[in-house]
């Protein structure tokens, strides 16, 4: 069984910073792509921010030079740092990766987490 639990989420004031932290558990033999997406009520779920093994980072658009996007790899941790928080931002998070669990040679398959909620409001 593999889990990921997302925390860090909250109501915070347009300006300030969060950091959205992303817990991986289980039978992990490797974790390849981490990312970052987030969705808002009547929307599909957009991406916000991915990062491969090797620490490639990609972001959309609208985040670039705001958010940052980071794991530990031993710990199986991904991380989200959300600086300058717009309103726009308000939305549920979700943590994504592609794990290869113990036992399963090459495969992987994409893990979600339950979400976190962000809200941006003065």
């Known amino acids: 069984q593999v889990q990921l639990v997302e925390s860090g989420g909250g109501l915070v004031q347009p300006g300030v910073s969060l950091r959205l932290s992303c817990a991986a558990s289980?039978?992990?033999?490797?974790?390849?792509?981490m990312g970052w997406y987030r969705q808002t009520p009547g929307k599909q779920r957009e991406l916000v921010a991915t990062?491969?093994?090797?620490?490639?980072?990609n972001y959309t658009d609208s985040v670039k030079g705001r958010f940052t996007i980071s794991r530990d790899n031993a710990k199986k941790m991904g991380y989200l740092q959300m600086n300058s928080l717009k309103p726009e931002d308000t939305a549920v998070y979700y943590c994504?990766?592609?794990?290869?669990?113990?036992?399963?040679?090459?495969?992987?398959?994409?893990?979600w987490g339950q979400g976190t909620q962000v809200t941006v409001s003065a």
């Open positions: 994504s990766a592609e794990i290869g669990r113990i036992g399963e040679g090459g495969r992987t398959n994409a893990y």
């Open positions: 289980g039978s992990i033999f490797r974790i390849n792509t």
């Open positions: 990062i491969t093994s090797g620490g490639r980072t």
